[in-house]
């Protein structure tokens, strides 16, 4: 299985994003939380942003829509060049349609999970979608603790996936670090959102490569 690696600028300085983008080259994607102050209570990036890191980042973007009404609005991101687009459930009027739109327009589909949203209304969708985020944090804000009690969820999703031979991603985000990462892969996530554990070391990429390094030693 492969591990991928996506810090997240969330943590990263804002004055100097381009050097901090630079300092995660060894990176698999880059992960942009988009906040709008309404579905969470914090407020980030937009397209605009998102549009200036399309052009100076070679790192595929894995965009992260914390908003209401992404049915209006992700498509817009997924037409800007990002990778991959993830929005919320709790969020999306028709999360199917949306994800069609978004591989329709060229992006991967993702759906995200806050901790109390239950996964088996989405197991039999799975098809849908390229990648599931399960969210081990409330989302909103940066520096949280992990919350254990989300691996069931992941472990019923890499049940399914595998049962129907199924290429989706597993993502976590929320509180990774060296130790909460082996409890993830274990669990059956294959792609990690770090923030603060890449960002706030002094070097993102010995970190990166410790985080990597932790998760295929626990993958199956």
Do not use: C
């Not at 050097?19 to 980030?44: G, K, W």
């Amino acid at each position: 299985m492969t591990v991928r690696i996506n810090p997240s600028i969330l943590s990263a300085d804002f004055a100097n994003l381009q050097a901090e983008l630079e300092s995660v080259a060894s990176a698999d994607l880059i992960h942009v939380d988009i906040m709008d102050n309404h579905f969470v209570p914090n407020l980030t990036f937009g397209l605009p942003v998102v549009q200036r890191l399309q052009e100076v980042t070679p790192k595929p973007l894995d965009i992260h829509l914390m908003i209401d009404d992404p049915d209006r609005w992700a498509p817009g991101y997924a037409e800007a060049g990002a990778y991959s687009v993830t929005f919320h459930a709790e969020a999306a009027r028709d999360a199917v349609a949306l994800a069609r739109r978004l591989r329709e327009i060229g992006a991967r589909a993702g759906i995200a999970l806050k901790p109390g949203t239950e996964v088996e209304p989405y197991l039999e969708l799975l098809h849908e979608f390229d990648q599931v985020l399960v969210m081990t944090v409330e989302p909103g804000f940066g520096g949280q603790s992990f919350m254990e009690s989300t691996m069931p969820k992941l472990v019923r999703l890499r049940e399914q996936t595998t049962r129907l031979n199924l290429d989706v991603w597993l993502q976590v985000d929320g509180g990774i670090t060296e130790k909460t990462i082996v409890t993830a892969a274990e669990a059956g996530a294959d792609t990690f959102v770090a923030g603060s554990s890449v960002f706030a070391t002094g070097d993102p990429s010995a970190a990166i490569s410790t985080l990597r390094a932790a998760a295929e030693a626990h993958t199956h």
